[in-house]
T-cell receptor, first 109, second 113 residues
Framework: RKEVEQDPGPFNVPEGATVAFNCTYS??????FFWYRQDCRKEPKLLMS???SGNEDGRFTAQLNRASQYISLLIRDSKLSDSATYLC??????????FGPGTRLSVLP | NAGVTQTPKFQVLKTGQSMTLQCAQD?????MSWYRQDPGMGLRLIHY???????DQGEVPNGYNVSRSTTEDFPLRLLLAAPSQTSVYFC????????????FGPGTRLTVT
């Protein structure tokens, strides 16, 4: 089983739609969790950290379920500019970051 | 703050040549790392460093060397370039290994012919 798994995608959604991405991780020692976005041919950029209590940043909401080893990202009111690949990243304490394979999102006009 | 910088942005090498990809950060981060990303694949860790003078191998270290003589710089050396090393290379840094967010440089797009 891969350390971090994500929805295979791609997701093609119309503007204004709500879309949810799922991510599971296998290392129960994981302590930090993040969502990154990567535009085509660019570097990954931090979208948001994921906290145990869940957190929201504008149209983006991240949730963490430690018992199920599951992370989610919800994007509301999708914009064309949200089109990108979304990477789930986990970080076991004292170990290297582990990246998921990414889920590609295309928001269509 | 420039963040994480990488040079060059693009490079073409012939098989057997060697070169160094430069990476620097100005955030006083202890942890630095090099990844490669191939089409349709995720990021794979090549080498990492938890502080000046300390380096270690990641998932795919063969064919690459690193050194960390200062906190700021973490160059990646390709010893004898091979077509299999054609890839996009990203350098990243974070406050510590296992803590804090990781920030990426803009990448170096390398082609080995």
């Amino acid at each position: 089983r891969k350390e971090v798994e994500q929805d295979p995608g791609p997701f093609n959604v119309p503007e204004g739609a709500t879309v949810a991405f799922n991510c599971t991780y296998s290392n129960s020692a994981s302590q930090s969790f993040f969502w990154y976005r990567q535009d085509c041919r660019k570097e990954p950029k931090l979208l948001m950290s994921v906290y145990s209590s869940g957190n929201e940043d504008g149209r983006f909401t991240a949730q963490l379920n430690r018992a199920s080893q599951y992370i989610s990202l919800l994007i509301r009111d999708s914009k064309l500019s949200d089109s990108a690949t979304y990477l789930c990243v986990v970080n076991p304490l004292g170990q290297n970051f582990v990246f998921g394979p990414g889920t590609r999102l295309s928001v269509l006009p | 703050n420039a963040g994480v910088t990488q040079t060059p942005k693009f490079q073409v090498l012939k098989t057997g040549q060697s070169m160094t990809l430069q990476c620097a950060q100005d955030m006083n981060h202890e942890y630095m790392s090099w990844y490669r990303q191939d089409p349709g694949m995720g990021l794979r860790l090549i080498h990492y460093s938890v502080g000046a003078g300390i380096t270690d191998q990641g998932e795919v270290p063969n064919g690459y060397n690193v050194s960390r003589s200062t906190t700021e710089d973490f160059p990646l050396r390709l010893l004898l370039a091979a077509p299999s090393q054609t890839s996009v290379y990203f350098c990243a840094s974070s406050r510590d290994r296992g803590r804090g967010e990781q920030y990426f440089g803009p990448g170096t797009r390398l082609t080995v012919t």
